[in-house]
């Protein structure tokens, strides 16, 4: 991003010394898909913002030297991008710590909380893009041929040294400098719409997922019957008890045939595709719900709450009760 030093010139939302009128300008400019506090208390210093924001996405300068937290909204929420372009940011994202600079953006996921403290060498400065979870699932569908079983969760720090995260962030800057070119015809919904569709999909290629198997072989025809059948039936039964005998005899074919087509259009197994998929449930409801952690595990039919949660970590790199915390 270094040669797109001063991004959305014409889009100020907010300049003050006061960290309050930031964390609400955010607030604004991400539309209810985050919500924001302060680390350490409400820091001086100047705090600008500015920002452009459409319907699939939007996007933010950041300029502040404000240690927060930012929690995204769970569910199909929203996916976030992190460039810097000068200074540093220590962030983590669970248990996942990345030092966030011009080599390096963070990848946030729906329902993630990450925490921000720019470091005070240097003027700390980073675009922030929303992309909407509809859009990624929208791409990655284009990509494989068909939709996503589960959410789509990214690792957290990419690379943007290598030739892959270079490309993240050409497109990137791409979109800032039609942003900022004042051409009515970048002021296009569906020009603004093309342009990050180009993004997401050099992101699903370029940063590891919990699908990137299913992408191993480009574009790929629709499920066979069989897969549909096993599918279906774990979806309808995914509070039971199931066995890996019960999915093959759901799509009609032995247990090695249904483990293959698992493992070659969904790169895993049935029984990891039946507990990635019960503890997204779990998560969804988690967060949507009052009840008790346990109450909402066993009801999607969790017999082990110690080897649950250590799944659960395992997979959104915190506890349940984190989850349930932030309700």
């Known amino acids: 991003m270094n040669a797109v030093r001063e991004p959305l010139r014409n889009y100020l939302i907010t300049q ?16 209810g898909s985050i919500t924001t506090s302060p680390l350490d208390g409400l820091c001086s210093g100047d ?11 939007a996007v933010g300068y ?10 995204s909204a769970a569910g199909r929420g929203s ?19 990345a030092t966030l600079d011009e080599a390096t953006a963070g990848v ?7 925490e921000l403290r720019p470091l005070r060498s240097s003027r700390t400065r ?6 909407g979870a509809p859009l990624v699932d929208q791409e990655f569908t284009t990509l494989t041929g068909h939709p996503p079983v589960s959410t789509i969760r990214f690792e957290f720090a990419l690379d943007m040294a290598k030739s892959k995260g270079r490309a993240v962030r050409l497109l990137v800057r791409s979109l800032l400098e039609q942003l ?4 009515l015809l970048f002021q296009r919904a569906e020009l603004q719409r093309s342009q990050l569709r180009c993004i997401v999909t050099a992101l699903l290629l370029a940063q590891p997922h919990s699908h990137t198997g299913e992408l191993r072989d480009g574009p790929q025809p629709g499920h066979p019957r069989s897969l549909r059948a096993a599918l279906a039936f774990i979806e309808a039964n995914l509070t039971e008890h199931i066995s890996l005998g019960d999915i093959a005899q759901a799509a009609n074919c032995s247990q090695r045939t249904i483990s293959s087509a698992f493992r070659d259009r969904l790169g895993l197994s049935p029984l990891s595709y039946v507990r990635n998929l019960r503890l997204d ?17 066993y009801r999607w039919g969790i017999s082990h709450l110690g080897r649950f949660a250590d799944a659960y970590r395992h997979r959104f790199h915190e506890l349940p009760s984190d989850t349930a915390a932030r309700r």
């Open 16 to 31: 003050s010394q006061n960290p309050a009128d930031l964390l609400n300008a955010a607030a604004r400019l991400f539309g």
């Open 47 to 57: 705090h600008e913002l500015r920002g452009v924001a459409a319907h699939d996405f």
């Open 62 to 71: 950041f300029a502040s030297p404000l240690d927060v937290r930012v929690a």
């Open 79 to 97: 996916y976030f991008l992190n460039i810097g372009i000068s200074g540093a940011i220590s962030a983590t994202r669970g248990s996942l710590q």
């Open 108 to 114: 946030v996921n729906p329902g993630d909380t990450q």
């Open 126 to 131: 980073f675009v922030g893009l929303r992309i």
């Open 180 to 183: 900022d070119s004042g051409d």
């Open 281 to 297: 449930r779990i998560r969804e409801d988690l967060l949507a719900s009052t009840d008790h952690v346990g109450t909402i595990a």
